[in-house]
């Protein structure tokens, strides 16, 4: 089978959609601009960003480790205008392969510390998904693979059969004192998710908790 990947925002919505009634995730509030787009045109009538806001640009074309390239800019609207400006339609480099910076998106900056910056990943193999999880995520994380414990949930043709149990749960989260029992409902709801939208690879980095309420913060694609 044959697998598309899909832009940040646009996995975020489809998350979203789904996730609602779980109160687990907030509602997208992203906004998209193209190279080319006039910059106050397209945030004119964006409430939660004013000059008191603080706020995230970034390209949102498939690129990842963006922070460590030195393209992720938070800051005032003057200064996610600037940097607009500047990237919009530029040529960057990303390892070997070279294009260019047409199409970025800007969400609330979400005040957060290290420790509540999580990993979380999903993917499936032939005969089993995987469900990756590591408490210390964030830009610098490092051999992901070395570092995540990870289960594994068998394929079965019984949908109910094809989830994580308890004790799974337990391994792969560990203790994290009150975060524990809400990560346990939130990557049940995600791997829920995953099946239902038929995704084959999906990755936060990191997953923030703020108010002990779960939200997307930098990185989605499958």
């Not at 789904?18 to 190279?35: F, H, Q």
């Not at 610098?140 to 693979?145: A, C, E, K, L, S």
């Amino acid at each position: 089978m044959s697998a598309k990947a899909i832009s940040e925002l646009s996995g975020k919505e489809l998350l979203y959609r789904y996730l609602e009634s779980s109160g687990l995730i907030d509602a997208p509030t992203a906004v998209r601009l193209c190279a080319g787009d006039n910059f106050d045109a397209v945030v004119k009538g964006v409430n939660w960003l004013s000059a008191a806001q603080k706020a995230v640009i970034k390209p949102d074309q498939l690129i990842k480790r963006r922070g460590k390239h030195g393209l992720v800019k938070c800051g005032p609207v003057n200064e996610i205008k600037q940097w607009f400006n500047e990237k919009a339609g530029k040529s960057v480099q990303v390892g070997k392969t070279t294009g260019r910076l047409h199409t970025f998106i800007i969400e609330p900056f979400c005040t957060h510390t290290d420790a509540d910056e999580l990993y979380v990943a999903i993917f499936s193999q032939r005969h089993h998904d995987v469900i990756m999880f590591y408490e210390r995520g964030g830009v610098d994380i490092g051999d992901v693979d070395q570092k995540a414990r990870s289960i594994n949930v068998g394929v079965s043709l019984d949908e109910n059969e094809m989830m994580p149990t308890d004790a799974q749960l337990a391994t792969l989260i560990g203790n994290l004192g009150d975060r524990t029992a809400v990560l346990k409902t939130f990557i049940t709801s995600l791997y829920s998710a995953y099946k239902a939208l038929h995704f084959t690879y999906l990755e936060i980095n990191p997953l923030g908790r703020y108010a002990i309420i779960l939200f997307l913060l930098f990185f989605l694609q499958h």
